[in-house]
């Protein structure tokens, strides 16, 4: 009897294993066929996703696009493109995915603060009449990517979580992913790029960046009501933190109230209605106030983290993570999109004189210069974001609240003075030069007298916290001479 059991218990891992084997060489045909047919492989089919599998494609790249859920994403991020972002789309033949999805031309910013108004228009006087910056439903726009997309017979969209990279001896060689119905898959590939957002399941498999949530945005959408500037974005300076206001349809506005974390009310208690309307209501444009009491009472409130998480760059043999799945910073500026496609832009380039992919100590020698190139808008985009969330929101520090009206006085005198703050806001010339030298224009056109010479000691430390940032993150080697680089010289000029 025992004997019988042994026999019955050994032909049981007999056959266990035989099974085994036989899924694992099923998995070994599908990667080898995936690896056969696709030169590269993208993680997520987002902005990033989408717009990066086009452009690679065009280029006679065969492209694998493996995104989690294909359904119409119901986002709050993603909904603001500025004209810098725009000029890219353009660049990358994208253009006309804005069209049919009842996009808004956003033609700049309106300040609000202590009852007084400014108005920044884009530098855009020179320019086609159509171009502008763009705002609208983030999930009509994916869509749209989607669809242009699929129009390439070399780009196969596969609907499917990816779990893990696989790697041999330190080597990404592809991907483990599980499609919709169930079914576990391999796919290889050259290069595999990653592109899954900043809730990125596969970063921390290499490396462990920093979060940093300071913040909550509370949303709204209000509805039929106009912004008392049409086809501008409005940001109220209250007393807490900003409120942004932005059209996303022709009969929809966005409203996004920041809330410190520690002070976040509930929204399934009553805290949040009473903190909307008690606090809030109360100091937005008086054009605004009926439709912000309807959208608190429809009860379609919802919150979202404000994350920022430094670019550590990360070297991973034939692997790239890229934008907020490497990157990302404070919502407050809007330049997420933008600053996605030019980084599109700058892969593209970095990958077209490489005809052969397999080529591993080559294509590993471009991907160290993806994160070593001097890319002027990578670290203006993290320090202004940074910067005009310090002079936005409210503090007891005197300097800080003498800084921050500062900010608008220099802003509020118009013509020349508007012009390099717009052109870093559109994402129209952001190079880090012009940021530090807007900094020190702000803080010295105002410069306190001799009766107040603490107080502006303390805004130029102030500055200084701003400025090094930008000269620690990009080296001075960097930001002031790039041309001095080797890697400035692997991009491929476009006129080429």
Known sequence: MICQCLVGAILASISGLVLFYKKKMLNMEKCSISESAADIIIVGAGVSGSALAYTLAKDGRRVKLIETDLTEPDRISGELLQPGGYLKLMELGLEDCVNEIDAQQVLGYALFKDGKTTKLSNPLQHCESD???????SGRFIQRMREKSSTLSNIELEEGTVTSLITEKGTVKGVQYKTKKGHELIAKAPLTIVCDGRFSNLRRSFCNPKVDISSYCVALILENCKLPYANH????????SPILFYPI????????????????????????SHFLKSVVATQIPSELYNAFISAIDNGSIRTIPTRSMPSVPYSIPRALFIEDAFNTRHQLTGK??????????????????????????????????????PKPTASTRNT???????????????AKRKTRQACFDYLSLGGVFNN????????MNPQPMNLIQLIFSVLLLPFPSFKHLLLGARLISGASNIIFPILNSRRVRRVLFPVTLSAYYRVRPVNL
Request: with cysteine; hydrophobic share 40%.
């Open 131 to 137: 171009f502008a910056g763009r705002s609208f439903h």
């Open 233 to 240: 974005g409005h940001v109220v300076l209250v007393d807490r």
């Open 249 to 272: 349809s022709s009969t929809e506005i966005r409203c996004l109230i920041e809330v410190p974390k520690q002070k976040v009310p509930s929204i399934s208690k009553v805290e949040m």
């Open 336 to 373: 997420g999109m933008t600053m996605a496609l030019s980084d599109i832009v700058l892969l593209r380039d970095l990958l077209r004189p490489l005809h052969n992919l397999n080529d591993e100590s080559t294509l590993c020698k471009y991907l160290e210069s993806f994160y070593s190139l």
């Open 384 to 398: 202004l974001a940074g910067a005009l969330y310090k002079v936005s929101s409210v503090s007891s520090d005197p």
């Open 420 to 427: 390099g703050p717009i052109a870093l806001l559109s994402g």
